[in-house]
C-alpha cells in the first residue's frame, strides 16, 4: 500500500474502539477504497462482531433488514401475517447489540458504495448510534463512498449526522513517484524478475493520463504491454501508452486512431491478444517474448507454447492478405531468450547495447557477501571478524540482524537505516550481488561496494532489485536473547518508558510497570500510527521503529549519516 492507503487503513482500525458513532472513508473511482476495506476486514480483532453491506440502494426497512441479516438478528412482524415495521427490525436489533456488549464484543457496520445512500436512510443510520449504554455507544458504522459523500455529511440537514463522525479520510490519487512504484511492484507480484518493461518518460505518461487512479493505471498499462506486444517492441514507450489511452479511456476515438500500430497488427489484434497472454507468462517469469531468441537457447517450456500460439495467431493475417513485414513475423513468431550480462539485444534485429552505469558496477562486485556485511557493520561502528558469520557475531555488539525478502522501497524508507540490498546484474541471473544502501534522498540512491560508491535513480535500482533486503538494529537493555523483549523486567521496564513517550504517541510515563494487556493495547496503537500490521507484539520492526522517532543513535538512511 502507499502512505495514503496505509492511513486510510489505520483510520479505520482506529475506528474499531473509538466507542461509537460514524468513520467516513472517501475517495475517487477505482482509487482502492474497496482493497482497504478487505484488508480492514482481514485485520479486525476477533472480539468484533462485522457486517459488510455492499449495495446500500435500498429503503429504510430494506436496509435495517438487510442488517439484521448480516448480523443474525431474528425479527418478525408484531402481527403475525402482517408487514414488519421500523420497529420490528430495531428492537431485536437493540436487544442483540446489548447482548454482544455484556459478552464484551464491539459490534461494526460497514456499508460500502455508501454515496448511493438516501437522506433518509442516512437518518435511520443516525438513529442507529442513538443505541447505547451508560457507557458507549453500541454500533460503530464505517461509511465508505465516493467524493459525493462528503458533500452529503456536509449538507445542513445532515448536521446532526456529521457530528457524529469521530474520524474521516479522503483517498487521493498516487503521486507520480507512487505511481512508479505501483507499476513496479505489480510487475513483480505477477512474476517479473528482469528490467521494467516501461521508460521512464511511459511511466510518467501513464500517471498524467490515469492522474494516479489505480484501476486507470491497471487499465492503461495492461493494453499499453499488448500494444508493445502486437507492435513487436521490447519496451513501452511514451507514444504507446499515448496510443492505449486513446483505446481505453476514449471510446469515440476513430477506429483507425486506437493504439495506432501497423495496418496488420491493427487487423489482427483481436486474434494476436490471446496469444500475446500466454507469451506474457513466459515473459513475466524472466524472459521477453519479443527479442529474437540465441542460437543456443533450448526448446521448451514456456516459450515454446508462446510461439506456437502467436505462430498460429497469425496465420489468418497472411491468409487475409495482410502480410506483417518480415522483421515483426521474426519477432513475434520467436519468443527469446533471457538478455546474457555481457549484452542486451536492441530494438533493431538484436544488437548489443552497451551495460549501464550500475550493470557495470555490479559486475566488479565480488561473489561473496562477506564485503557487504563488513560495510554495513562499520555503518555501525561495528568490527566483524574475516570470515565470521555477521548475524551469528554482531550480537556481542549489541545488534541483530533483520531479514525480509519481501520488502518494498516503503518499507526501507521508512526504517530509514542502511540496508543490504541482493541485486540481479541482469534478468536471467540467479545469483546475486550483495551491495549496501548508504543514502536514499528523494529519487536518488547511493550504493556502496568494494569500496566504491555509485548513486542511480531509484527507478533504475528497481529494475535490479526482487525485494530481499538485510539490515542491523541496536537492541535494547534487557532484550532476552531469544523471546519477547517483555519476557525480562528490564526489557519490559524499556518498552513502556519508550511507548509512553509524545514521539511515540504516549501521554507520558506515569512510573508504573503496564500491564500486559495495556501494554499490548500501547504496541497495536504505536503500530497503527506508523502504518505496519498491528499485532500488538514488539518484533524487531517495532523495536525499530521505536528507535528511530525516540531519536536512539543509529545510522540513518536519508542523510547517510
Not at 440537514?157 to 479522503?170: G, K, M
Not at 502486437?230 to 493504439?259: H, K
Not at 541483530?400 to 541471473?429: F, K, T
Request: glycine residues 10%.
Amino acid at each position: 500500500m502507499s502512505e495514503r492507503h496505509r492511513e486510510a487503513l489505520a483510520h479505520l482500525l482506529y475506528g474499531l474502539d473509538a466507542g461509537g458513532g460514524f468513520v467516513l472513508l472517501t475517495g475517487e473511482v477505482g482509487a482502492g477504497k474497496t482493497t482497504v476495506c478487505r484488508c480492514f476486514l482481514e485485520q479486525i480483532p476477533a472480539h468484533c462482531n462485522v457486517a459488510y453491506i455492499f449495495n446500500p440502494k435500498l429503503t429504510v426497512r430494506e436496509l435495517l433488514r438487510s442488517i439484521c441479516d448480516e448480523f443474525g438478528v431474528p425479527h418478525k412482524p408484531t402481527v403475525p401475517g402482517g408487514v414488519e415495521t421500523v420497529k420490528d427490525y430495531i428492537d431485536p436489533l437493540n436487544a442483540s447489540l446489548l447482548a454482544a456488549h455484556g459478552a464484551g464484543r464491539n459490534t461494526v457496520l460497514i456499508i460500502d458504495e455508501a454515496q448511493n445512500l438516501s437522506a433518509d436512510v442516512l437518518e435511520q443510520l443516525r438513529l442507529l448510534t442513538n443505541l447505547e449504554t451508560s457507557e458507549r455507544k453500541l454500533l460503530q458504522i464505517i461509511l465508505i463512498g465516493q467524493p459525493e459523500l462528503r458533500a452529503m455529511v456536509a449538507s445542513p440537514s445532515l448536521e446532526q449526522l456529521a457530528q457524529r463522525v469521530i474520524a474521516r479520510f479522503h483517498l487521493d490519487a498516487l503521486s507520480p513517484r507512487e505511481t512508479q512504484q505501483y507499476i513496479v511492484h505489480r510487475l513483480a507480484v505477477a512474476g517479473l524478475q528482469g528490467p521494467v518493461p516501461f521508460s521512464q518518460r511511459a511511466m510518467a505518461r501513464v500517471h498524467a493520463l490515469s492522474r494516479g487512479v489505480p484501476r486507470r493505471i491497471n487499465l492503461l498499462c495492461d493494453r499499453a504491454l499488448l500494444g508493445a506486444y502486437a507492435a513487436g517492441v521490447r519496451e513501452v514507450s511514451a507514444t504507446i501508452v499515448q496510443r492505449a489511452a486513446r483505446e481505453v479511456f476514449d471510446a469515440s476515438a476513430p477506429a483507425a486512431a486506437r493504439l495506432a500500430l501497423p495496418r496488420w497488427a491493427v487487423a489482427g489484434l483481436g486474434v494476436v491478444a490471446g496469444a500475446a497472454l500466454v507469451a506474457a507468462g513466459g515473459w513475466a517469469l524472466g524472459g521477453w517474448p519479443l527479442a529474437p531468441r540465441s542460437a543456443g537457447t533450448p526448446a521448451g517450456g514456456p516459450a515454446v507454447a508462446a510461439s506456437a500460439a502467436v505462430a498460429a495467431a497469425s496465420a489468418p493475417l497472411a491468409a487475409g492478405g495482410l502480410q506483417p513485414p518480415a522483421s515483426a513475423a521474426v519477432a513475434i513468431a520467436s519468443p527469446s531468450a533471457p538478455a546474457s550480462a555481457a549484452s542486451v539485444p536492441g530494438a533493431e534485429g538484436g544488437a548489443a547495447e552497451p551495460l549501464s552505469a550500475l550493470q557495470q558496477w555490479l559486475a566488479a562486485q565480488p561473489a561473496s557477501d562477506a564485503p557487504a556485511w563488513q560495510a554495513l557493520a562499520t555503518r555501525w561502528g561495528a568490527r566483524l571478524p574475516e570470515g565470521a558469520d555477521a548475524c551469528a557475531t554482531l550480537p556481542r555488539e549489541g545488534l541483530r540482524c533483520y531479514r525480509n525478502r519481501r520488502a518494498g522501497l516503503n518499507l526501507v524508507r521508512q526504517i530509514d537505516r542502511p540496508v543490504l540490498l541482493a541485486l540481479y546484474p541482469s534478468e536471467d541471473s540467479d545469483a546475486p550481488v550483495s551491495v549496501v544502501l548508504r543514502g536514499l534522498d528523494k529519487d536518488l540512491a547511493t550504493l556502496e561496494g568494494a569500496g566504491r560508491t555509485l548513486q542511480v535513480p531509484v527507478a533504475e535500482l528497481a529494475q535490479v532489485w526482487r525485494g530481499d533486503i538485510a539490515t542491523l538494529w541496536r537492541t535494547p537493555p534487557g532484550m532476552p536473547d531469544k523471546g519477547d523483549i517483555a519476557d525480562t523486567s528490564a526489557g519490559a521496564a524499556w518498552l513502556d518508558k519508550q511507548l509512553a513517550t509524545a514521539a511515540a504517541g504516549g501521554a507520558g510515563a506515569n512510573g508504573r510497570a503496564a500491564t500486559p494487556a495495556v501494554r499490548q493495547s500501547r504496541i497495536q496503537r504505536f503500530q497503527l500510527a506508523q502504518g505496519v500490521t498491528p499485532d500488538g507484539r514488539a518484533g524487531p520492526l517495532t523495536l525499530m521503529l521505536l528507535n528511530r522517532v525516540n531519536g536512539v543513535s543509529e545510522p540513518r538512511l536519508r542523510t547517510g549519516a
